[in-house]
């Protein structure tokens, strides 16, 4: 069974720019959630989707905003890119159950702004 | 406020010996936790779950042990393998949390041939 998959691997961006992460699920998973890694943070919560509505929202700014198609597969945007938003965005997806599912992450995104 | 902790940054181990990574959690409705490896320029591998109706999970080399009272879970690695050196990480979730899960910063674990 395929695993969770994003794309692109990599880009750089400028400051000000706007970009969007693309992430297909496992099949049959309805949950997607999308963490930031950065090297001071760690792993972050950024949002989850299920059904293609938003279920949970982490701390982050409103630049930061996601949404999920109805075959699963989910996007995620974040406008005016600062320098500090450079990090490695991860996608996770779960059958979707409210709590004690597994996650599972793909490769990740690797965004640099420059 | 770290709502999870792996307070040891790294851990070196003999290949063969038992590796146990540590990890303390502060929130009580935590009821769900996972183990991760993640090798560099990957995203994270999941290696094994536990929820809080149960006090340990096995499965093949890895196990885990909760300790609700003392809000803190190990991870063991019987026999560590060279192939286990990575960064470990554990998360923890609670009800109506849904698929946000709440990271600690990471053990880098090195096995040692």
């Known amino acids: 069974k395929a695993g969770v998959t994003q794309t692109p691997r990599y880009l750089i961006k400028t400051r000000g720019q706007q970009v969007t992460l693309s992430c297909s699920p496992i099949?049959?998973?309805?949950?997607v959630s999308w963490y930031q890694q950065t090297p001071g943070q760690g792993l972050q919560f950024l949002f989850e989707y299920f059904s293609e509505t938003q279920r949970n929202k982490g701390n982050f700014p409103g630049r930061f905003s996601g949404r999920q198609f109805s075959n699963s597969r989910s996007e995620m945007n974040v406008s005016t890119l600062e320098l500090g938003d450079s990090a490695l965005y991860l996608c996770?997806?779960?059958?979707?159950?409210?709590?004690?599912?597994?996650?599972?992450f793909g490769e990740g995104s690797w965004l640099t702004v420059v | 406020d770290q709502q999870v902790k792996q307070n040891s940054p790294s851990l070196s181990v003999q290949e063969g010996r038992i590796s146990i990574l540590n990890c303390d959690y502060t929130n009580s409705m935590f009821d769900y936790f996972l183990w991760y490896k993640k090798y560099p320029a990957e995203g994270p591998t999941f290696l094994i779950s536990?929820?809080?109706?149960?006090d340990k999970n096995e499965d093949g080399r890895f196990t885990v042990f909760l300790n609700k009272s003392a809000k803190h879970l190990s991870l063991h690695i019987v026999p560590s393998q060279p192939g286990d050196s990575a960064v470990y990480f554990c998360?923890?979730?609670?009800?109506?949390?849904?698929?946000?899960?709440?990271f600690g910063p990471g053990t880098r674990l090195s096995v040692l041939p």
């Open positions: 996770a997806s779960s059958p979707g159950s409210v709590s004690g599912n597994t996650i599972y």
């Open positions: 536990i929820s809080s109706i149960k």
């Open positions: 998360a923890a979730s609670a009800l109506n949390y849904g698929q946000n899960f709440v």
């Open positions: 099949s049959g998973h309805r949950s």
